[in-house]
């Protein structure tokens, strides 16, 4: 069983929609990661927080909005998705120990398969 | 800017004999290593990763990667192969603002 935890698995959507994914890790980790993953291709970064804070945007579209409401929950807030938007998103978190967080792996979810019509 | 290159897309391999997956990386100053696995409809999972130290490093499910300095390499090996090991599989480096940069996958068929 995965330690990160993502609502909901699937999800199929209008192009008007708004919808949010969420994601729970209660390993006390402090840096969370957003990543969005084509078929047969490597997660590609989207967001970086690192104590509740926004740290790293990968000059992701605003339709794609994220949220850390605190150290154990992410958010990802959707609106106006185009289909090409359509993929598995997955969440991650890592220690953020500043002395040793370059060696530290990330713990990934099993993603929310997003589906837009 | 860190890399790695995963050369192989698909690697097949007989049940029982071993196997290795090739990763090659490009680096400045210390590379942060890693290994994950991705099994169908999961997220990824983290096998091992090398830092400083043996260069032969053990993790998850009895696999274990060798660090080349030389021959800038972090193959994943396994002595016996079991057709549960069949998955997509992914070598990773940390870069400098601690981005996981990934390989582009290479697909493991274990065959019965």
């Known amino acids: 069983d995965t330690e990160v935890t993502q609502t909901p698995k699937h999800l199929v959507m209008g192009m008007t929609n708004k919808k949010s994914l969420k994601c729970e890790q209660h390993m006390g980790h402090r840096a969370m990661y957003w990543y969005k993953q084509k078929a047969k291709k490597p997660p590609e970064l989207m967001f970086v927080?690192?104590?509740?804070?926004?740290?790293i945007n990968e000059s992701v579209p605003s339709r794609f909005s994220p949220e850390c409401p605190n150290s154990s929950l992410l958010n990802l807030h959707l609106h106006a998705l185009q289909p090409e938007d359509s993929a598995l998103y997955l969440c991650?978190?890592?220690?953020?120990?500043?002395?040793?967080?370059?060696?530290?792996?990330?713990?990934f979810g099993d993603g929310t398969r997003l589906s837009i019509l | 800017a860190q890399s790695v290159a995963q050369p192989e897309d698909q690697v097949n391999v007989a049940e029982g004999n071993p196997l290795t997956v090739k990763c090659t990386y490009s680096v400045s100053g210390n590379p942060y290593l890693f290994w994950y696995v991705q099994y169908p409809n999961r997220g990824l999972q983290f096998l091992l990763k090398?830092?400083?130290?043996?260069?032969l490093v053990k993790g998850s499910y009895g696999f274990e990667a060798e660090f080349n300095k030389s021959q800038t390499s972090f193959h994943l090996k396994k002595p016996s192969a079991l057709v549960s090991d069949s998955a997509l599989y992914f070598c990773?480096?940390?870069?400098?603002?601690?981005?996981?940069?990934f390989g582009k996958g290479t697909r493991l068929h274990i065959l019965p």
């Open positions: 990773a480096v940390k870069d400098r603002d601690d981005k996981i940069i």
């Open positions: 991650a978190s890592s220690q953020d120990r500043s002395r040793d967080r370059a060696n530290q792996p990330q713990h």
């Open positions: 090398y830092i400083t130290g043996d260069n």
């Open positions: 927080y690192s104590y509740e804070k926004l740290s």
